[in-house]
């Protein structure tokens, strides 16, 4: 198991460069909810946002060291945010249950498919 120093040091060498700068967006977003949730008591329905960024940070860290599992819990997540903001008719619903960095992070889906596919094909041409 990796300690957290060699982590870091993977996460900002090995993928591309966006990938890092990509995990300091979400950081900064997961950061920004939890300040502008700050006042509202803990076990209220706001709180689902701090979760949605909370998950689509973790497994957008857990991508950016080329662990294809994170890279496929990220988009699954986006997924289901798209299902459920195609499903919700209502605009209270879609505002309470999707993620505040919903449409930001079906392009961040698509960059990870389309850099694990490229890695995937270079890994079997070698």
């Avoid at 945010?81 to 505002?95: G, H, P, Q, T």
């Amino acid at each position: 198991m990796r300690n957290l120093g060699e982590y870091l040091r993977d996460v900002f060498r090995k993928p591309p460069m966006v990938f890092p700068l990509v995990g300091l967006f979400h950081i900064f977003g997961l950061v920004w909810v939890i300040w502008s949730d700050r006042k509202v008591p803990f076990p209220d329905v706001v709180w689902l946002q701090v979760l949605w960024v909370a998950a689509y940070t973790v497994f957008w860290l857990w991508a950016c060291g080329l662990k294809r599992i994170g890279a496929t819990a990220y988009i699954m997540l986006a997924v289901v945010d798209l299902i459920i903001y195609l499903a919700a008719r209502n605009k209270l619903v879609s505002e309470t249950f999707i993620s505040l960095l919903f449409p930001v992070d079906v392009l961040f889906s698509l960059v990870l498919l389309y850099y694990f596919n490229r890695l995937e094909k270079k890994e079997t041409t070698n």
